[in-house]
């Protein structure tokens, strides 16, 4: 799904990302919001075959609890849909990322036809049905075309262990996975959008997420259906959170104590961004006195309702598409800026500096390169960086901070 908009982690912000997405980020142009899976760009067509019913959204209270289905006899291969195999064998991730797939799938919609859907270094496949709602290409939500109504990935990104957290409604299962869902980027129950359901299998490295437009009672039959699949199962994988933390690098003196930009030399574009969000006066504007590696890059607005967000364009070099899907040589957003002024990123601190302030990594299933969320000592908000250039461009974008004079 996205556009640069919200990253597409649920924890960050509770508040409507688009994943993927964000939603993960996913949107032609759309954004990607926390709390989104990245649907859009995740259900990019292929070929199939679809039947010529009607499918109703049915929205009924949800059970007290899920049962971990994947504990249950594994599905053969033989019983599972060619193309899911064929995902798999593919994906990057899947030594780390066993496939799921439901039992007795034609159960939950007779006249869905399964096709492949795109999930970055992941996995993921689609059901269509031939009426009802759905996600269009344009990954605009659609009324009546039923495409991607509902559906399954193994996302790319390494699964931190807080996805489900959060969410409107979150499941603890017996085997200590978890599931958290709600409506995608919490959006109102009018608005077109599927639930959306952020799940972390036991020993699983990845994040999986699943969705359907065929309401809550649609979505949770879905989760509680999913099996393993025989010959598809990647090898035992902690959470990353559950894994031994490297100690944080320390930085030294906050770049943003340094002497203040002028106005006059920093570009209108991020200035008319930062007013756009209210001037924060808890999040007082930031900028990148040097680019570095990406010196020459264009820059432009981005959309993150609500708050302030700017990306870099290159001529080439790596970046990704407008539906965020990575590119090798396009330079599309190879670096980004924003700010969250609410957030709760909980992934491991990386980087602090003498002033108490951190940088925390992003992982999961985006296509950002290499991300962090900084928070400032003081401010009551993070700024959100990334870089398509690697490790040490993203310390040096953060060594490059600098507050703007006439900023709170």
Request: net charge negative; aromatic share 8%.
């Amino acid at each position: 799904m996205g556009v640069e908009g919200k990253p597409l982690n649920r924890t960050i912000v509770v508040a409507a990302f688009s994943l993927l997405l964000a939603a993960c980020g996913l949107p032609t142009e759309t954004s990607d919001e926390p709390g989104t899976t990245v649907v859009a760009a995740a259900d990019a067509t292929t070929t199939s075959t679809v039947a010529t019913t009607t499918s109703t959204t049915v929205d009924l209270p949800a059970p007290v609890d899920l049962e971990p289905g994947w504990v249950e006899p594994q599905l053969l291969q033989s019983d599972v849909p060619k193309i899911l195999t064929e995902q798999w064998s593919a994906a990057e991730n899947r030594s780390w990322c066993s496939a799921l797939f439901p039992v007795d799938a034609e159960s939950l919609a007779p006249d869905a036809a399964i096709r492949s859907a795109y999930f970055g270094g992941g996995w993921a496949v689609a059901w269509d049905l031939p009426v009802g709602p759905g996600r269009a290409a344009s990954g605009e939500y659609c009324p009546d075309c039923g495409r991607g109504a509902y559906g399954i990935a193994g996302t790319g990104g390494s699964a931190w262990g807080d996805e489900a957290d959060g969410w409107p409604s979150v499941v603890e299962m017996s085997d200590g996975s978890k599931v958290g869902y709600g409506i995608e980027g919490d959006a109102s129950p009018d608005s077109g959008a599927p639930m959306l359901a952020h799940l972390l299998v036991k020993e699983e490295g990845c994040l999986y997420n699943v969705w359907s437009f065929l309401g809550e009672e649609h979505l949770l039959d879905l989760l509680g259906r999913l099996r393993n699949v025989q010959g598809l199962q990647g090898t035992p994988t902690q959470w990353q959170s559950e894994l031994p933390q490297p100690d944080a690098v320390d930085l030294g003196d906050p770049p943003w104590d340094q002497p203040a930009l002028l106005l006059a030399v920093v570009p209108s574009i991020p200035e008319d961004e930062w007013a756009e969000a209210g001037s924060p006066s808890t999040c007082p504007m930031l900028y990148f006195a040097d680019l570095g590696d990406a010196g020459g890059a264009a820059i432009r607005a981005a959309e993150n309702s609500g708050e302030m967000l700017v990306a870099w364009d290159l001529g080439d070099g790596p970046g990704h598409n407008g539906d965020s899907t990575p590119c090798a040589d396009c330079g599309r957003g190879v670096v980004g800026l924003g700010t969250f002024q609410s957030s709760s990123h909980t992934g491991p601190v990386a980087y602090t500096w003498s002033d108490g302030s951190e940088a925390r990594l992003r992982t999961g299933p985006y296509s950002y390169g290499v991300e962090a969320f900084v928070s400032v000592e003081g401010f009551d908000c993070d700024y959100w960086i990334w870089t398509h250039l690697g490790d040490d461009h993203l310390v040096y974008l953060m060594s490059q901070l600098r507050r703007v004079e006439n900023s709170p």
